[in-house]
Nanobody
């Protein structure tokens, strides 16, 4: 059973920054893609950003230019740097990892942006 341990969520004012971290319980190299999704109350889960094993990145249009996904292979961790946060970024952010056989999800970390 793979575990994805997330950290870094919290409460921040609009315009502020947060950095989320996701550390899997096995080597980061065992996943083709890792990334972040988010889910706000009453809304569907949506993709935020992904990064491949080759470090290709993909972002939702709503976060382009504000969020940056990266990975540190030496620390076995994926990061999501979130700048210029807006109230509409408020959601539970979930770490995601695509394995060979199945996908894996973290339990989520709450990000709340006040206006």
């Amino acid at each position: 059973q793979v575990q994805l341990v997330e950290s870094g969520g919290g409460l921040v004012q609009a315009g502020g920054s947060l950095r989320l971290s996701c550390a899997p319980s096995r080597s980061i190299f065992s996943f083709n893609t890792m990334g972040w999704y988010r889910q706000a109350p009453g809304k569907q889960r949506e993709l935020v950003a992904t990064i491949s094993s080759g470090e290709s990145t993909n972002y939702a249009d709503s976060v382009k230019g504000r969020f940056t996904i990266s990975r540190d292979n030496t620390k076995n961790t994926v990061y999501l740097q979130m700048n210029s946060l807006k109230p509409e970024d408020t959601a539970v952010y979930l770490c995601y990892a695509r394995g060979v056989i199945m996908d894996h999800w973290g339990q989520g970390t709450q990000v709340t942006v006040s206006s």
